[in-house]
């Protein structure tokens, strides 16, 4: 039988998904609340169940699409102030680890795998900076489409400060991302040169 401690939701899965697809499903109701309450008329309590769900719903949908605009720009695991010497580094001690290793595994899914199995403390040190990057990076494409929903209702003034948001998520996120993959470099540089990296272990 289920039972409410086996729902599993991690500190990405809070950050990156639920918050700003309630954050959209906010948006929409707060324009649109009066035509949806006559459309589905549910109670308090399936108000806020369907909010949960539709949340965690709709928080995958942005962040798949947001992943995919940050792809387009060319968002790489190696952004751009991250010292080409510090990326040398870890890409020189994965391959010193196993030359085998195929080019399909980027080295930032190599690097996360890495800490995962041998340092779940620093796992856990990256994943909260990913929790924050993603959040504003998933912020970035819910504020605009948040902006359109109350400019077609005319709310301008929430509509502008939905529309101004956005602007210091994009830099928030690209700061987040720089700081991520500087962390998860210096992570598994610091792990090889203390000997917990073993090659062909």
């Known amino acids: 039988m289920f039972k409410p401690g086996d729902l599993y939701l991690s500190i990405v899965d809070l950050f990156a998904i639920i918050i700003p697809g309630g954050l959209l499903i906010f948006s929409i109701y707060y324009n649109f609340g009066p035509s949806l309450d006559t459309l589905f008329q549910l109670s308090a309590t399936q108000k806020s169940v369907a909010l949960f769900l539709l949340s965690y719903f709709f928080g995958h949908v942005i962040a798949f699409f947001a992943e995919r605009i940050d792809k387009s720009r060319g968002v790489n695991w190696i952004t751009p102030g991250v ?33 995962m199995n041998v340092s779940p403390e620093s796992m856990s040190d990256v ?9 504003y990076r998933n912020l970035y494409l819910v504020f605009p489409l948040a902006a359109v929903f109350s400019f077609a209702k005319t709310n301008w003034v929430l509509g502008g400060i939905f529309f101004l948001l956005t602007f210091p998520c994009l830099y928030f996120s690209a700061s987040g991302r720089h700081k991520l993959h500087r962390r998860i470099g210096q992570h598994i540089v610091v792990l090889y040169n203390l000997g917990k990296l073993r090659t062909g272990g």
Do not use: C
């Open 127 to 135: 994943n909260r900076i990913v929790a924050s990057t993603d959040f």
């Open 83 to 115: 010292k080409q010497s510090h990326w040398e580094q870890v890409r020189k001690i994965r391959a010193m680890l196993d030359e085998t290793m195929p080019n399909s595994i980027s080295i930032y899914q190599w690097s996360r795998s890495v800490l």
